[in-house]
């Protein structure tokens, strides 16, 4: 066989799908969010406990990339928090250098069934002496099925604290986010929502932070194509792989096509074909006549449907009578010559992924940080079998 060359395919892009549940911003608005907890530098998924801001026994939820579940309210997916046991609430940390400009702050939430959960805000105002802290907490709570969670419409319970004793000072007063903040005056500071208080796994997605929206969706993953070096007269191995963000091989099945030369008809090649430990799937083709070979990567909970590029593998030209092929019944066929190790066969190595750090709002004391969630991993295949999450320790709270 004769590997003519490679064909452009069409790339993968993230379908967003129009806006709903009554959010502020419109879909082409929308920041996408492809796969990771880290939403942008201010932005990330988190945990925290629901007793209250310092309680200890909080257990990092699991979470996974679904499509919907009963339709995202916006795109196509949205995340899955599955909570390990009660007390823990998970979600969403915003930080902000001017409350007061902050905005409106929603998220739309699918719990499995009714659920509970709670919002904190630590806001800095220039009203309190230095080293000093509003502490806000509000409970929060959610119907099976999408809604939308307005929390820019729930009561806080306010109380100043002392950042280096986590002492509460003084009366609590009760007041809305805003007309707190309209009160005592604008400063930096976070605001923090979640549920499944009481142990319920729940999907999130389309936060609301004043003009900012965000729509969280599956991996960018590109499929493509190599081709061992062939003799004429062999077959020839295809190999194939998926990536996500094109820097890790995600062990997906992949299902060859093909298409026959002068014809417009991808067909597929069998079923799916699994992949070897290296995360690389690998079939031999021999066709009889010039066709085209790509690799198909199938729609998942975690990514869209994609596909290489393709590549042409032509049939050996048959020998003509008379020539020393056709005459010569002792001549043998060639040495099968080495794979050709070209830079587009070589997959790029996975670099560990690193955890970026908040950065926290400046004051002479800060106010305690959170830390986000682990990006979350594509489900385990059975030739591909990763921990889904590695393990974190719980969220720092060290003022």
């Known amino acids: 066989m004769r590997v003519v ?152 319970t306010w109380q100043a604290h002392d950042l280096a004793t986590r002492q509460p000072l003084g009366d609590s007063s009760g007041a809305l986010l805003r007309d707190f903040v309209a009160a005592h005056g604008d400063g930096p500071g976070y605001v923090v929502s979640g549920f499944g208080c009481d142990g319920t796994s729940f999907n999130i997605d389309n936060l609301t932070y004043g003009q900012s929206t965000y729509d969280l969706e599956g991996f960018t993953a590109t499929t493509s194509i190599a081709a061992e070096a062939a003799t004429p007269g062999r077959p020839v191995t295809l190999r194939g792989w998926s990536e996500r963000d094109s820097s890790r091989r995600l062990g997906d099945p992949l299902i060859l096509e093909q298409r026959v030369a002068g014809t417009a008809d991808w067909k597929p090649v069998g079923g799916p074909t699994f992949s070897d430990p290296d995360a690389i799937v690998r079939a031999t083709v021999d066709p009889d006549v010039a066709t085209y070979y790509r690799w198909r990567m199938a729609d998942s909970e975690y990514a869209d449907a994609n596909v290489s590029d393709g590549v042409l593998v032509e049939p050996a030209p048959q020998p003509g009578p008379g020539s020393d092929e056709a005459t010569d019944p002792t001549k043998q066929p060639e040495p099968t010559k080495q794979p050709d190790r070209s830079k587009a066969d070589r997959v790029k190595q996975p670099s560990p992924t690193s955890q970026p750090t908040p950065t926290p709002a400046p004051s002479p004391t800060p106010i305690p940080a959170l830390s986000p969630l682990p990006t979350p991993e594509p489900p385990a295949t059975p030739e591909n079998a990763p921990a889904l999450l590695p393990t974190e320790p719980p969220p720092s709270q060290t003022p």
Do not use: E, K
């Open 5 to 156: 060359g490679r064909f452009a395919a069409t790339a993968v892009v993230a379908c967003v799908a129009s806006l709903a549940l009554g959010s502020p911003a419109s879909a082409a608005d929308a920041r996408v969010v492809p796969g990771s907890t880290q939403l942008d530098d201010q932005t990330f998924l988190t945990y925290v406990p629901c007793a209250g801001f310092f309680a200890s026994g909080t257990t990092m939820p699991g979470l996974r990339i679904n499509r919907g579940p009963d339709g995202a309210p916006l795109g196509r997916r949205s995340f899955g928090l599955a909570m390990a046991g009660a007390g823990t609430a998970a979600g969403v940390v915003h930080q902000t250098t001017s409350m007061g400009l902050l905005g409106d702050v929603s998220m739309a939430v699918n719990p499995d069934g009714a659920t509970s959960g709670v919002s904190y805000v630590w806001y800095i105002s220039p009203d309190l002496p230095a080293g000093q802290a509003w502490l806000g907490r509000a409970d929060l709570a959610a119907a099976p099925g999408w809604q939308r969670v307005d929390v820019s419409a729930a009561s806080f």
